[in-house]
């Protein structure tokens, strides 16, 4: 099993596990490959090294820098899927009758829950005139399934 860092047109990085370098060229060509961020396909394979060594070359800082950056943008989607994983736990999807169940659940017609679904941007703004809370969150397909 190969572990391969990725990273997709929006230069979100992640790790993919391939039988193989064929096994990872393949789904590629496939299409069988997503961000699991933003879902997007252009998935590219990063360099890796397992250790890099550079005591003595005297400009050790632009490493660190190197070093760093990368486990911070991990740590951000890691903490975005985590809120994203909760939000999807803790709410009911309603789908496609999403303004209906908002609008319900504020005027008291329906029970006071925590829902989600779908909504055009239109109709987001038309809850937020009438004082309903609605917050607009993009969820890629990839999100919605197990993740590794």
Known sequence: MKVLNLRCANDHRFEGWFASDDDFASQGE??????????????????????????GRGDSARPEVDAVMPAQANQQQAKWLHAVREMLASTEDVGERFVEEARRIHYGEAEQRGIRGRASREDADSLREEGIEVLSVALPEAVKGPLQ
Not at 32 to 53: E, G, H, K
Request: charged share 15%; hydrophobic share 40%; with cysteine.
């Open 30 to 55: 496939r299409g069988l490959m997503a961000c699991p961020i933003c879902n997007d396909q252009a998935i590219t394979r990063l360099p890796s090294a397992p250790r890099v060594n550079v005591l």
